[in-house]
């Protein structure tokens, strides 16, 4: 699988896991279930879904505080579609703490909105990832 195949596949396991209100100690259970439906297989594969799945939970109010620290004056943390959250939490998560190249991140959340969001979302999502390595920083080698 590619890593953008994953990243789609980590997303809807946030998204749904969020969406039902999981509790953290179930999540083992629901990821395999998860697993088991889609045949998903690959030691790489799964790994990396996992880490993102558990990362963003792990890190979840350090995530939210980039989050918050993006928004205008206009817009609550409450406010944000379940799905703009899934999105936005796992490219957070990818470019603070796997140092995911902020750019393939971006890119990534980006048409994961289109997908996923309405029309007004990629700009939202590149918005506020955008303020976030900003905000942080941050410079990936190989990056312009």
């Not at 944000?80 to 490219?91: C, H, P, Q, T, V």
Request: glycine letters at 4%.
């Amino acid at each position: 699988m590619s890593m953008s195949e994953n990243r789609k596949i980590a997303f809807e396991i946030v998204y749904s896991l969020e969406n039902q209100n999981t509790k953290y100690e179930d999540y083992k259970e629901n990821i395999d279930m998860f697993f088991d439906e889609r045949d998903i297989h690959g030691k790489s594969t799964t790994k990396y879904i996992k880490d993102v799945v558990y990362g963003t939970k792990r890190h979840g109010k350090q995530i939210k505080k980039q989050i918050e620290s993006c928004l205008s004056e206009k817009w609550s943390y409450d406010r944000i579609s379940k799905i703009d959250l899934a999105i936005l939490e796992i490219a957070i998560f990818e470019i603070l703490f796997l140092k995911t190249p902020y750019k393939v991140a971006i890119n990534e959340a980006v048409e994961m909105a289109k997908m996923f969001g309405d029309t007004k979302t990629p700009a939202f999502i590149n918005g506020v990832l955008a303020s976030i390595v900003k905000n942080n920083n941050i410079v990936n080698e190989n990056n312009d």
